[in-house]
């Protein structure tokens, strides 16, 4: 799988879901937290957990998106590249 950059790639603009970077937050993420992340992919990021990704990444609270976030194809390709060179257990 390849990572694209351009936004035009992407299933949704850079900045229109409002998650930092996933190289920024990931890695800072606490494991119950990626864990969490990691059952499902596909499915909607809890507003905690959101929280937390921008508290990590000394974000606004107040431009959190209300709800709905999910993961896109790049924040996916970059967890499966994660997941090969980290040693989970």
């Known amino acids: 799988?390849?990572?694209i950059?351009?936004?035009e790639?992407?299933?949704?603009p850079a900045r229109a879901y409002g998650l930092p970077p996933i190289g920024?937050?990931?890695p800072m993420l606490e494991r119950p937290l990626q864990r969490e992340v990691l059952e499902n992919l596909d499915a909607p990021l809890r507003t905690y957990v959101?929280?937390?990704i921008f508290d990590l990444c000394d974000l606004d609270l107040h431009a959190i998106p209300r709800s709905?976030?999910?993961l896109g194809e790049n924040e996916r390709?970059?967890?499966?590249g994660w997941m090969h060179a980290v040693d989970w257990d």
């Open 50 to 52: 959101v929280r937390r």
């Open 5 to 7: 950059d351009e936004p």
């Open 68 to 70: 709905g976030v999910r």
């Open 77 to 80: 390709a970059y967890i499966a």
């Open 9 to 12: 790639h992407d299933e949704r």
């Open 1 to 3: 799988m390849t990572i």
């Open 24 to 26: 920024l937050w990931w």
